[in-house]
């Protein structure tokens, strides 16, 4: 079983992600364009797959999630409805996804502490939601995402 299916298991949460930072091409004055693309995810049962959907995302579309997760190495949402005056972009695209409550973790190049994506764990339903074990969860697949990534 990988990383991101015991994630999904033990969190019980409805999608596990992974998604990574990348520079999406140049605009017109030839500065980089900051992009992100899932590059891996597992679905509950039943769960919509949204990797297909999520590839070359600006980081600029989702400044709220983005902001957070470089000041905080988190982002918390324990209900999406609270987004909907912070970040009109990033509410838009969980409530078309059926997202209610979603919890991201920072991971982190460990050579230079930036931050070059995130874990992200959604749940469809909040019944499921147990802090205590998302946080532990998350944060334990995340040193192991950044000890194989910065090898």
Avoid: P
């Avoid at 930072?21 to 980089?32: A, C, E, F, R, V």
């Avoid at 409530?95 to 764990?121: M, P, R």
């Amino acid at each position: 079983m990988g990383k991101l299916e015991k994630a999904l298991a033990s969190t019980k949460a409805s999608r596990i992600s992974l998604v990574k930072y990348h520079n999406g091409g140049n605009d017109m004055l030839g500065n980089s364009i900051l992009k992100m693309s899932m590059s891996n995810e597992k679905c509950a049962a039943g769960v919509l797959h949204l990797m297909g959907n999520f590839q070359n995302q600006l980081r600029s579309a989702f400044i709220y999630w983005i902001n957070e997760l470089d000041a905080k190495g988190y982002c918390f949402v324990d209900d999406v409805e609270t987004l909907q005056t912070l970040d009109g972009s990033l509410y838009q695209y969980l409530k078309q996804a059926g997202v209610k409550a979603t919890y991201a973790i920072a991971i982190k190049n460990t050579k230079t502490d930036g931050v070059i994506g995130f874990l992200v764990a959604d749940y469809l339903s909040k019944e499921d939601v147990n802090m205590e074990q998302i946080q532990h969860c998350l944060n334990d697949k995340k040193l192991k995402i950044e000890a194989l990534l910065n090898l």
